[in-house]
């Protein structure tokens, strides 16, 4: 079973991910998509991101298909790809999920990972590590892009798509629906 | 010429097609993409829709492709394809005309049938034979998703997008909408 | 640089591409996608835009591939195409950079001019050249499905998308934002 997961940042994915990995133990895998493409690019001898972005766009397509297909062959019980479905960016909303990438990873489920605007706003603003603009206005716009990014994604490879509310306080509550969807079972 | 349409349970679909049916008469062609499903799967030795659901996916996704092959095979006058752009389902909103099928069908027209929240989830609540959700709320994102999943599949296809409104007492206008982006001409 | 530009009529699309041709002069090259597809059909004997219109579908698919890629061979320093993401005709929402389409042209962003829908109802109203739905009903549709259009074809390319605002006395700040989003440096 491999779901591929999105969310944008402030939402509370991690949370859920760990409530999820703390249930299921070693029979739930979690990769980030990032770190995939990132070990594929280090076999073309790319040693780090910046650099993996100014490769031509041809290669970066490339290594996002070879870590797409490593992905698609793997075993876990459960599998779960973490990621964005759209990533805000200077030239505008990037797919994180395009068609040459989730056809060639053949998912079961898409997942997005929502959130109130305005918890998301708050942890963004508490967050003081990081700069991200932790406006309502972009929070709500950043919100919808994941939707309508995902929705294409499902529609491109078939695969149904869930969006998952993350409440305050409620976060068991969202890792159970995300078991739920991937049909996990007890043991 | 032929048209998908689209629509989720308690627009009045059924409505608005047997009143195009009474207007056409034998030019129009009515088909339920699911039925054709069936039928495929059957020369495939399936007996019914569970054991049809339990199959490999891979083997789901061709019984689909040779059921939208043989739909754009098809030589009626006006044919239309009745299902749904997205099917509410435990693991999420599955798209009912994803980028294989609807590339496999090439249809000529897509067109949503879409109605008032308030009238859909009266609908629903009244019919005491079927068990659905008649929450406003959930009716509301059902509209929202049948629409952005068509958008999805129309930019796959190239094919057209339309959404006629079903208003409470205009069935007949919505089927002389439907007539029309059909190109229907009286003989 | 290949840009995709689309906008419903009346954003003020065209005041914004002016704006950035005075500041790029030579180094920026504006094609009309509609242009160069009939261009392309002139060469297959056509003569006018009804006659294209009336060729079989296949023939319409041929003639906006073989525009995509001669686009997509195009070697100017930064190159925007001029066009609409969805067109509303009597069939429906038309896909303007359908799948087969956006795929053959490879754009490096995609880029959606949008304005406050009284503006545009307000700019279509005064606009009596032209027969044009002005009602602010109408308009909020069309920029609606501009966007999910847009969103469907950057799923499909890769490639990112952005949505401008073109504000009221703020054309030269939106042209700076397409200028910034196209990566323009002066030299």
């Given at each position: 079973?491999?779901?591929?997961?999105?969310?944008?940042?402030g939402v509370g994915k991690?949370?859920?991910?760990?409530?999820?990995?703390?249930?299921?133990?070693?029979?739930?895998?979690?990769?980030?998509?990032?770190?995939?493409?990132?070990?594929?690019?280090?076999?073309?001898?790319?040693?780090?991101?910046?650099?993996?972005?100014?490769?031509?766009?041809?290669?970066?397509?490339?290594?996002?298909?070879?870590?797409?297909?490593?992905?698609?062959?793997?075993?876990?019980?459960?599998?779960?790809?973490?990621?964005?479905?759209?990533?805000?960016?200077?030239?505008?909303?990037?797919?994180?999920?395009?068609?040459?990438?989730?056809?060639?990873?053949?998912?079961?489920?898409?997942?997005?990972?929502?959130?109130?605007?305005?918890?998301?706003?708050?942890?963004?603003?508490?967050?003081?590590?990081?700069?991200?603009d932790a406006s309502l206005?972009?929070?709500?716009?950043?919100?919808?892009?994941?939707?309508?990014?995902?929705?294409?994604?499902?529609?491109?490879?078939?695969?149904?798509?869930?969006?998952?509310?993350?409440?305050?306080?409620?976060?068991?509550?969202?890792?159970?629906?995300?078991?739920?969807?991937?049909?996990?079972?007890?043991?």
């Amino acid at each position: 079973m491999r779901a591929v997961v999105g969310g944008i940042p402030g939402v509370g994915k991690s949370t859920v991910l760990d409530l999820l990995r703390a249930r299921l133990g070693p029979r739930l895998e979690v990769v980030n998509y990032g770190t995939v493409m990132m070990d594929e690019a280090r076999l073309r001898g790319v040693t780090n991101r910046d650099e993996m972005r100014r490769l031509p766009a041809q290669v970066q397509r490339e290594i996002q298909a070879s870590a797409a297909k490593r992905i698609a062959s793997a075993r876990a019980e459960y599998l779960i790809v973490d990621t964005h479905f759209s990533i805000r960016t200077p030239q505008g909303y990037l797919p994180g999920m395009p068609l040459h990438v989730v056809s060639a990873m053949s998912p079961d489920v898409l997942v997005v990972i929502a959130a109130s605007p305005e918890e998301i706003s708050y942890r963004r603003a508490a967050d003081t590590s990081r700069i991200r603009d932790a406006s309502l206005e972009s929070v709500r716009e950043e919100l919808e892009m994941e939707k309508l990014f995902a929705v294409a994604a499902s529609n491109e490879s078939g695969a149904p798509l869930s969006i998952i509310m993350n409440r305050q306080g409620e976060a068991e509550k969202a890792a159970g629906e995300l078991a739920s969807i991937m049909g996990v079972r007890s043991r």
